[in-house]
């Protein structure tokens, strides 16, 4: 899986030149992602790039529609009165 993912990053770092790789999602804190990333797209990248992990908490996309919902309902009781 490494190299497949290591060499779709190559091309997307060969077309926006980015410093930086964040991972995010569900799999982004898995043990030895980021240095199996780092060493399939180290040899690909025509660039220099630093892959991480993200340190959003998993529960993230449940927070955000949470607040989403929270605000909908507000503005639609407060259009109501």
Do not use: I, N
């Amino acid at each position: 899986m490494g190299e497949a993912v290591g060499g779709a990053l190559a091309s997307c770092v060969s077309l926006l030149d980015p410093g930086l790789v964040v991972l995010g999602g569900p799999w982004s804190d898995a043990p030895g992602l980021v240095d199996a990333l780092t060493e399939a797209l180290d040899p690909l990248a025509p660039y220099p790039v630093r892959l991480e992990s993200a340190v959003v908490r998993r529960d993230a996309p449940f927070l955000g529609a949470r607040a989403r919902a929270v605000a909908l309902a507000r503005e639609r009781l407060l259009d109501a009165v």
